[in-house]
């Protein structure tokens, strides 16, 4: 067995065993992204660094193997400085919002873009519901509202912005649940919502606007006046979805809350903001969310017989993609699984 002190507590450890794990077993917590339980290591993100103390050295702790007599700080204030760094590399090229636009302006913070799928999804009840477990009154606040969320749709720049209030102040007059609120627990991310971290998107060029076109379902209908479901479900159906489907469970947007990091705005771009649906999988890949931590590359390395995310490009201009003998939507149902089970962003999510 070797020896090894982390944060001045004597451990053990085996011979070929990494920081990282040694330090898990502990109980002490090193943050990563690019790391995966049962995945081949691979060091990208560098925010699971550690500082020897013998070298002075920093070392990333989910590749670097124990030696024995080591001396590791992992909780250190260089420690912590030299990972919040590393986080703000990562969101420097990141060209995503956390929460979409509507909902962030909206003063009830309501959450429109969930509202929009299930709508659009033709899932009127869960809706209701969802509507319902929102209120803090007796009805929707979309009565007095001067439609802030309109004005912040980022479709009203492609054409006309989707009717939100309309849509809300129409469901607000058909809850017709059975059971009423009784049944119902009161979603509880509104009251932080403005709290937590959230990423910008940076500029976008008009042809990366259009891209957010993908998210519409293949509605061509427009209702300005919301008389009926059927309605509302056409207008839903136009929504681009600005938001984040990991904004939830996102540990980069969980390391740049804890490092209290705010983000620039602006965005290195070294490649154009795009967005790959498989729509027999529901996978769907936006290039411009990914660190680029190969995790999905590496999940599936194991599969020669089927088509899987690969590395194209090289240095800072490579991104994920598809082989260049296949296309996106030859990708199966099992490997997209996988790949989004181990994406520490909503890169890589279910279109659905």
């Known amino acids: 067995?070797?020896?090894?002190?982390?944060?001045?507590?004597?451990?053990?450890?085996?011979?070929?065993?990494?920081?990282?794990?040694?330090?898990?077993?502990?109980?002490?917590?090193?943050?990563?992204?690019?790391?995966?339980?049962?995945?081949?290591?691979?060091?990208?993100?560098m925010v699971c660094m550690v500082r020897d103390k013998r070298t002075g050295s920093f070392i990333p702790s989910c590749?670097?193997?124990?030696?024995?007599?080591?001396?590791?700080?992992?909780s250190g204030d260089e420690v912590i400085e030299i990972r919040k760094k590393a986080v703000e590399l990562l969101l420097s090229e990141h060209r995503a919002e956390?929460?979409?636009?509507?909902?962030?302006?909206?003063?009830?913070?309501?959450?429109?873009?969930?509202?929009?799928?299930?709508?659009?999804?033709?899932?009127?009840?869960?809706?209701?519901?969802?509507?319902?477990?929102?209120?803090?009154?007796?009805?929707?606040?979309?009565?007095?509202?001067?439609?802030?969320?309109e004005n912040a749709c980022r479709r009203k720049k492609i054409d006309?912005?989707?009717?939100?209030?309309?849509?809300?102040?129409?469901?607000?007059?058909?809850?017709?649940?059975?059971?009423?609120?009784?049944?119902?627990?009161?979603?509880?991310?509104?009251q932080d919502l403005k709290k937590r971290f959230s990423s910008r998107l940076g500029r976008l060029e008009d042809s990366e606007l259009q891209e957010w076109l993908k998210e519409c379902d293949?509605?061509?209908?427009?209702?300005?006046?919301?008389?009926?479901?059927?309605?509302?479900?056409?207008?839903?159906?136009?929504?681009?979805?600005?938001?984040?489907?990991?904004?939830?469970?996102?540990?980069?947007?969980d390391l740049a809350q804890a490092f209290s990091i705010k983000d620039k705005g602006g965005k290195v771009v070294n490649a154009p903001a795009v967005k790959k649906i498989n729509h027999q999988t529901g996978l769907i890949f936006e290039n411009a969310k990914c660190i680029k931590c190969g995790l999905c590359v590496r999940v599936c390395e194991d599969k020669t017989d089927e088509p899987?995310?690969?590395?194209?490009?090289?240095?800072?201009?490579?991104?994920?993609?598809?082989?260049?003998?296949?296309d996106?939507?030859?990708?199966?149902?099992?490997?997209?699984?996988?790949c989004i089970e181990v994406c520490p962003t909503g890169a890589l999510s279910r279109f659905k």
């Not at 209908?221 to 990991?246: G, L, P, T, V």
């Not at 090289?314 to 598809?322: D, V």
């Not at 996106?328 to 996988?338: C, D, M, N, Q, R």
Request: glycine share 6%; hydrophobic share 35%.
């Open 328 to 338: 996106f939507v030859s990708i199966s149902g099992l490997t997209a699984e996988k």
């Open 63 to 74: 590749t670097a193997l124990v030696q024995d007599g080591q001396d590791i700080d992992a």
């Open 1 to 45: 067995m070797l020896k090894i002190k982390i944060n001045n507590i004597d451990l053990e450890a085996e011979d070929g065993e990494t920081i990282h794990s040694v330090a898990a077993r502990a109980g002490i917590s090193i943050p990563v992204l690019c790391h995966k339980d049962g995945v081949e290591h691979y060091t990208s993100c």
């Open 308 to 326: 899987a995310l690969c590395f194209i490009n090289r240095g800072f201009i490579s991104i994920i993609s598809e082989p260049l003998t296949d």
């Open 160 to 190: 006309k912005q989707i009717s939100i209030r309309n849509i809300k102040i129409f469901i607000s007059r058909n809850l017709d649940f059975e059971g009423g609120m009784d049944h119902l627990v009161p979603l509880s991310d509104y």
């Open 218 to 253: 293949g509605a061509d209908k427009r209702y300005s006046e919301i008389a009926d479901f059927d309605s509302a479900c056409e207008e839903a159906r136009n929504c681009m979805h600005c938001d984040c489907r990991a904004a939830g469970d996102c540990r980069l947007r």
């Open 98 to 149: 956390c929460e979409a636009p509507c909902r962030i302006v909206c003063p009830a913070g309501y959450n429109i873009p969930l509202m929009n799928r299930l709508l659009a999804a033709g899932n009127y009840r869960k809706a209701i519901e969802m509507i319902l477990s929102e209120l803090d009154s007796e009805d929707v606040r979309c009565h007095n509202c001067q439609g802030y969320c």
